[in-house]
């Protein structure tokens, strides 16, 4: 059996959230550890509750996106049931359908080292199936044999890209457009399946933007815009294929 040993270090925590119908109970911020507890097997595990706080019954998903990841290392999600390491969206078909102010406890967030020391930070991200920009998200930082976690994005006060895509759902040509934080002059994109499939790297080499998109290209679904820099994840954007 799988040892699950959990660490949880208090911080005051800030929770990100662009829309008004999710709210996340007491997310962790940091979940640290030693191999020597962890073992082979070991898992640091971060859980919080998410309450639906509006007035509508909505169908919930939940995806992750990997900031900066140990080599050798592992980390899934579950949310209602659980995932594997490779994915990244939980499917629509498994979606949690929370009535108005329901709290859901099914959300738990597994690292696993796998013996190798360092520090790895995922971002979890809940949204309304139906409203994919109405979410709420947040960051956890897993450090194994380390004296210290380096700062994540949103707990260092960095400056955040800002990121627009139009249309939001498109079955042709579509634009992103961006802008990055002041004095950063490159930057990646990459464009991510519901699947977790990464379909396409843009390199930004200009402080503000337009790229063009093809959603002719790819499978009608969900996808994922992340935009990082030096290890960094500096915004994250979300459309719709729908052919």
Not at 202 to 209: A, P, Q, S, V
Not at 211 to 225: F, K, M, P, Q, R
């Amino acid at each position: 059996m799988t040892t699950r040993i959990l660490f949880f270090l208090a911080f005051s925590l800030t929770i990100q959230v662009n829309a008004q119908s999710l709210e996340l109970i007491d997310p962790v911020t940091t979940v640290t550890g030693t191999l020597a507890e962890l073992g082979t097997t070991g898992e640091l595990v971060a859980a919080w509750d998410v309450q639906n706080i509006s007035a509508n019954t909505l169908s919930v998903r939940c995806y992750r996106s990997v900031i900066a990841e140990v080599s050798g290392s592992e980390n899934y999600f579950c949310w209602g049931v659980c995932f594997t390491s490779t994915t990244n969206i939980s499917p629509v078909q498994v979606a949690q359908v929370m009535g108005p102010e329901q709290v859901n406890d099914t959300f738990y967030a597994h690292y696993r080292a796998n013996g190798n020391p360092g520090q790895t930070t995922v971002k979890y991200c809940f949204f309304d199936n139906a409203n994919p920009t109405d979410e709420a998200c947040h960051t956890v930082t897993y450090c194994v044999d380390m004296a210290e976690c380096v700062l994540s994005v949103e707990e260092s006060g960095r400056d955040r890209a800002e990121l627009g895509i139009y249309p939001s759902v498109m079955s042709g040509l579509g634009k992103l457009t961006y802008t990055l934080p002041a004095g950063l002059r490159e930057a990646q994109a990459e464009i991510i399946s519901q699947t977790g499939q990464m379909v396409r790297t843009i390199k930004l080499t200009n402080t503000n933007g337009l790229v063009i998109l093809d959603g002719a290209e790819w499978s009608s679904g969900v996808y994922l815009v992340r935009v990082i820099s030096s290890g960094y994840l500096l915004g994250t954007a979300r459309f719709v294929v729908a052919h």
